[in-house]
Nanobody, 133 residues
């Protein structure tokens, strides 16, 4: 069974940093695209960055370029999202998701609801990030 479990969310002041972790199980780390998506209250879910194995996709959301970075540790079956220079508009629930078949070069598009055409197959439950003073 494929499982993804996020952790590391919390309250951080503007300009601060936070690192999210996603522990994955039930599938081969190198065979799936794993992405970080986020959803602010009242807004659609958006993709930020994706990785497959240790290769980072070139598809990066403009809103996080130069501030957020994705990495992986295959020995720990963990994908990380390092978030720097955080802004209040970065607040929301952050989800880790995985899929075998999505287009790696446009992976951030797959933030739709599970079961829809543009959605990753497997989702974690999310972790809440709040950027506020």
């Amino acid at each position: 069974e494929v499982q993804l479990v996020e952790s590391g969310g919390g309250l951080v002041p503007p300009g601060g940093s936070l690192r999210l972790s996603c522990i994955v199980s039930g599938f081969s780390f190198d065979d799936y695209v794993i992405g970080w998506f986020r959803q602010a209250p009242g807004k659609e879910r958006e993709g930020t960055l994706c990785i497959r194995g240790s290769t980072v996709s070139s598809d990066v959301a403009d809103s996080v370029k130069g501030r957020f970075f994705i990495s992986s540790d295959s020995a720990k079956n963990t994908v990380y999202l390092q978030m720097n220079s955080l802004k209040p508009e970065d607040s929301g629930v952050y989800y880790c998701a995985a899929d075998r078949r999505v287009n790696f070069r446009s992976c951030t598009l797959y933030g739709g609801s599970p079961g829809t055409l543009y959605s990753m197959d497997h989702w974690g439950k999310g972790t809440l990030v709040t950027v506020s003073s």
